[in-house]
Nanobody, 128 residues
Framework: QVQLVDSGGGLVQPGGSLRLSCAASGRTLDDYAIGWFRQAPGKERAGVSCIASRDDSTYYADSVKGRFTISRDNTKKTVYLQMSSLKPEDTAVYYC?????????????????????WGLGTQVTVSS
């Protein structure tokens, strides 16, 4: 089982940028698709982005397309979520996790998996 530690959150002004990191330990990262979820106060957890394990195919929620970029560095066992043009509605706790990141009906999709590994979360606050 892989262990995940997410980090990189903070307070940023609208229009600013942050880069979240998801560092893996215990096993090689190559075998896992990694995803990011977020949960804002009073809202359900939502999938934000994921990157597949084999071909690095990616998924983005409509709300972040064009603003967020997910990438992985298997040598560093780390997945990154570069967030730009941040909006107040991006404020949430962000979690990385091992996920299903697969093509469904021609489009990529993200799904949680039973017994998946999760980070503890990192707070992102977008406010002036």
């Amino acid at each position: 089982q892989v262990q995940l530690v997410d980090s990189g959150g903070g307070l940023v002004q609208p229009g600013g940028s942050l880069r979240l990191s998801c560092a893996a330990s215990g096993r090689t990262l190559d075998d896992y698709a990694i995803g990011w979820f977020r949960q804002a106060p009073g809202k359900e957890r939502a999938g934000v982005s994921c990157i597949a394990s084999r071909d690095d195919s990616t998924y983005y929620a409509d709300s972040v397309k064009g603003r967020f970029t997910i990438s992985r560095d298997n040598t560093k066992k780390t997945v990154y979520l570069q967030m730009s043009s941040l909006k107040p509605e991006d404020t949430a706790v962000y979690y990385c996790a091992t996920v299903l990141c697969v093509r469904v009906g021609g489009e990529m999709a993200i799904a949680t998996i039973p017994m998946g590994s999760w980070g503890l979360g990192t707070q992102v606050t977008v406010s002036s």
